[in-house]
Every structure is written in C-alpha cells, then in structure tokens.
C-alpha cells in the first residue's frame, strides 16, 4: 500500500499531428495597444487578452500581429526552418501540452524533454548528497538535471516573453534553497521528432502543421493534432500558444460535452472511429488535454466499432461521475460500465471498466439502453442518499457481488474501524482485494477500493478496533526490508496517509539500501526509517515508534466473516 507516483505519459502516448501558428514580429517591436482577435470557433477567448503594455507584457498577451494582412502559403524554406525549430531539444516540450497563452505552459513537460540543460549521474560531491537526501535515496538511479533559478526564468523570458512569476503550472521538480536549483531524476523524455507539413503566414503571423516523425505506424489513439503559436521578436522565437485539436476526425454525433466530478473545467467525451484492425476509441478531453483513456476490455476478438448512447451518472452513488456507454460490435450493443475515480492527484484519476457489471448487465438487463443499464444496476435505488446503513451496505454489497462475477468468493464483514457507532463493511475477493465503505448517514463512500493483497509481501490490511488506525505491512526481498505503514479514514471519508517505518532486517554495510552477497537476515540489524507526511526520512530509535509497533501488533484484519446471504440477513 506504499505511494507510488506515475509519470504523466498521457500527453505523449497521443502525440502526432500538430497545427501551430507562429508571429513573426519586428525588431524592437514595443506596445501594440489594445486589439481584438478571433477566438477559435468553438473556444472561448481569455477575457483581457489582446491588452497592451510593456513588451514582456505583450508577448503573454493576444495580439493581432497582421491580422489585415494577406494570407499566404509558407515556402518549402520557410517550413524547413520551422521544423527545425520545433525539433531542436530546446524547443521541443513546448508541444507536450495544451496552452492558450505563455502563462499557462506546462513547464513540468517543457523541462522533462530537455530544453537543452545538461542531465548526469555524476552530480557527486556535497551537492550531489543533499540531493539524495531530498530525494530520499541512496544513490543515484537515473541522470539528473538540474536547473538554477537564474537558467529558468531566462528561458522563460527568452522563449516565450513572459516572467517565470506569473506561470500557472510551473516546474515541481525537488528545489534545494542552498543552491537556488531544481533537481529532476529521470531515465526518459517526452522528446518527439515532428516534420511541418504545411503552413500560412498573416503578415507576421505564422501558423503551420506538424505530423508526429518518429517512424509510428497504425492507430494514432490521440488522433495527433495541435496548434501552437510562435512570435519572433527581437530576432528571437517565443511561443505563444498550442491546442490540441482533438476534435479533429471525431465522430460528431458520438462525442458529447461531459460534466464529470473528476475533471472540473471545459470536460469532453469523444468518440474516434474504428479502423479495420481496431474498434472505436474514447478519450476524455479536459482543457484541450487528453485526460484518460476508455478501454472496452473483453472485446479484442470483435472490437466494438460504434458508440450508440452515453450517460454520466453516479450510478453507486459514491460521489464521483461513471460513464455509461451502449456500443456496438458485429454481435450487437453491449452495455458498458466506467467507473469513476477520483484522487488528489490528477494523474491518477481514471475510469476504469467495470467487467463484471459489464457482462452482468449485457446478460441480465432487459435491454441494450442506458436506462434498462441503470435499471440493472441500481435496483430501485435512484436517489443518491440512503436513508441507513443497512440500506447503503446492502446496495454497495450487492454492487461489489456483481462486480466479481458468479465465481468469486467474496466475504463481508462488519466492523467498527472509526470510533463512531455506525460500523464500516469490509468487502474481500478472498485472497485477491479488499474493499471498505463507511457511512456518513446519508451517503456510503469508498474508503479502500479493491486494494490488494496476498503478493508482493502484503498479507493483508489490519484496523485497531473504534481508534480509526488502519495498518499495512509490505515487505521487500523476501521480508529482507519491511514497510509498516499507518492510516486513518479522514474527515472526507477517503483513506489518509500517517506515516510509513522502512525496517531494514541486514546490517546494510554500504547503505545502499539492498541486501547485499553476505547482508544476511538480522532483524533490524540495518535501522529503522520514519517517513513523515513531507515524504522527508530520519532514522529513529526502535523506542521511538514503540507505540505505533504496538498497535500493529494488537490490530485485527479485515477477512470478512459472512456471505452475501447472511450479511444480508445481519442487516436486516
């Protein structure tokens, strides 16, 4: 149950095709005033863009650069410079994200394809220790780079005008205030090869296409395109802008505006057609970005190759959007169920396909609609409240017997996990995942969602009965390393992490944090390690974390005691 972190490769799976527009403008050019432009059909334009000012403050502003100029096709020459713009290292993660203005570049992307900056294992010395520390490791694993401040907010001005300050997504890389630096460990980039393909100029307003070079050959799942918008001032190129135009080659009548919890802001469900090796593609598409991805598993051997309805619905009530969807394959509809799944951290967020209420649905509901869908998965239950816990646990448990198909074992159980009176239902796919829902006294919410035990050196999850302590115990290279980790249920009935001891059971000699020919099995012969909720380590006496050991070792876990009948019958 230990955090693990996903490096946001959304973006860059979809990459192909790009539209990008690029100002030309003349030396010493200084305020433009205030001017109006055309916003993008079907884009809402930035209130205040096109406001005159300084010349920073131009270049992160709209402007209308040869907007009564003449429109004229790009030279073969002119083409070729704008590609081998796009593809020097420098400049090449300005394409990785979705901005309509400078101050709304993801830096983060920008960054991790290179820019130019130097990337090393060898950044040893003092500096290369404490940026061990700050990361929490023992050595290096992967090259390095590593930015001042003083490089960064004069790559910023330089290639897009605009103060580093006034960015709305700026780099998150490990900062070190000793030397003024950001540090970023990584084994990759996001770097891709692109060649312009065409192109027109207004004036001194430039706006081509790219199409992604990289040698990839079938089904672009992104559907490849963008724009983005360069100037040139002082000699110099800065962007302005890139869009995704993910609404490019859709299919109209199957793409829909969403309102989903997930993805506040400009959210869209979009549908691209089947291919003959492939079935339809969805996409969720939030601010002109590609968010996630809808697989319809179960469907390789005859793809789905239509989309016929769409719902976003809490079906189960737990408070976050699914999405419902009827499509078709040579067989006929099916009914399919996404499930929603919110967190914190957006690169986690995710709809994942539900396949056993999926084939329930497609056996059991009385028909291939959205409604007859909802019929089947609610039961009768439409209102989003519950008006007790035994009717909101006998709602999720049926949900959860479903989700698992006919041949699962499942136990339930319930028990008293958070101190108050109303006790929590734990549902186990014995052997395979554990699931716990809590009531608040009108809504049931998932506190653990089918999380996993049994491999990896995780036996499993325990509680300390009515003091809202849950534990974990997850171990490394054979019980060689030891996780032991502590969370409550917060006050938004989601799961909170508390901290986290590392056991090391070898007398770990060269600190490297791996047992070593010769390091054999000593029981915290290596030391023990508190990570507090910075993520920050110290090392810590065993009579420091004495308490926390005990109440690990007087936890109950949660097996379940009870099938659905007689849960069922226990609610009663």
């Known amino acids: 149950m230990r955090n693990t972190q996903r490096t946001n490769k959304k973006w860059i799976n979809g990459i192909g095709v790009t539209a990008l527009t690029l100002f030309l403008c003349a030396c010493g050019a200084q305020n433009q005033g205030t001017v109006q432009t055309e916003a993008i059909p079907g884009f809402a334009q930035d209130e205040g863009a096109g406001q005159g000012g300084s010349d920073e403050q131009t270049a992160g502003s709209e402007a209308s650069f040869g907007e009564n100029e003449e429109v004229i096709d790009l030279t073969e020459e002119e083409l070729g410079e704008l590609e081998n713009l796009i593809n020097d290292r420098r400049c090449n993660g300005f394409l990785m994200s979705s901005y309509q203005d400078p101050t709304n570049i993801n830096w983060n992307e920008v960054f991790y394809s290179g820019t130019g900056f130097a990337s090393t294992m060898d950044l040893d010395g003092q500096e290369g220790a404490d940026v061990l520390e700050a990361l929490h490791q023992a050595e290096f694993y992967c090259d390095v780079t590593k930015v001042t401040t003083g490089e960064l907010e004069s790559f910023v001005t330089e290639w897009t005008g605009t103060a580093y300050g006034d960015a709305k997504r700026p780099i998150t890389w490990t900062y070190l205030s000793k ?159 996404f499930d929603g799944f919110d967190t914190e951290d957006v690169y986690l967020r995710d709809f994942y396909m539900n396949e056993g209420l999926s084939r329930g649905a497609d056996l059991y509901a009385k028909d291939k609609t959205v409604g007859a869908l909802l019929d089947y998965l609610q039961d009768g239950h439409t209102e989003d409240t519950f008006a007790s816990a035994q009717d909101a646990y006998a709602f999720a448990a049926r949900l959860f017997k479903l989700s698992k198909g006919e041949e699962a074992e499942i136990l339930y159980d319930l028990v008293y996990v958070d101190g108050d009176d109303i006790p929590e239902l734990v549902c186990n796919h014995s052997g395979y995942t554990i699931t716990l829902y809590t009531f608040d006294g009108a809504r049931c919410h998932t506190v653990m969602k089918d999380m996993g035990y049994g491999v990896g050196g995780n036996a499993g999850y325990g509680y300390l009965p009515g003091k809202n302590r849950l534990y974990n115990g997850d171990a490394d290279y054979a019980g060689m390393i030891y996780y032991h980790s502590f969370y409550h249920i917060g006050e938004d009935h989601k799961l909170a992490h508390d901290k986290t001891y590392m056991v090391l059971n070898f007398d770990d000699a060269n600190h490297n944090e791996y047992p070593d020919e010769g390091e054999d099995y000593e029981e915290s012969a290596g030391g023990v390690y508190l990570y507090e909720e910075t993520g920050a380590r110290k090392a810590v006496d065993e009579s420091d974390c004495a308490e926390d050991f005990r109440d690990m070792a007087n936890c109950e876990y949660f097996y379940g005691t009870m099938t659905y009948e007689e849960l069922l019958e226990q609610l009663r």
Not at 205 to 223: K, P
């Open 179 to 337: 030397y003024d630096a950001y540090y970023n460990e990584h084994g990759d980039t996001n770097y891709l090869p692109f060649k312009v393909v065409s192109g027109t100029k207004q004036g001194d307003r430039y706006t081509f296409c790219c199409v992604r070079d990289d040698g990839f050959e079938g089904v672009s799942y992104d559907n490849n395109f963008e724009t983005v918008v360069i100037r040139q001032e002082d000699g110099s190129y800065r962007f302005y802008s890139n869009r995704l135009l993910w609404e490019k080659d859709s299919v109209p009548e199957q793409t829909f505006a969403a309102d989903l919890s997930e993805y506040p802001g400009n959210t869209w469900f979009v549908t691209y057609p089947a291919t003959d090796t492939d079935g339809v593609t969805m996409r969720i598409i939030c601010e002109d970005e590609v968010q996630d991805y809808l697989y319809c598993y179960g469907f390789d051997e005859d793809p789905i190759t239509s989309v016929d309805a769409v719902a976003f619905k809490d079906y189960d009530h737990d408070g976050n959007t699914d999405i419902l969807v009827i499509g078709s394959n040579s067989e006929g509809a099916h009914p399919m169920v």
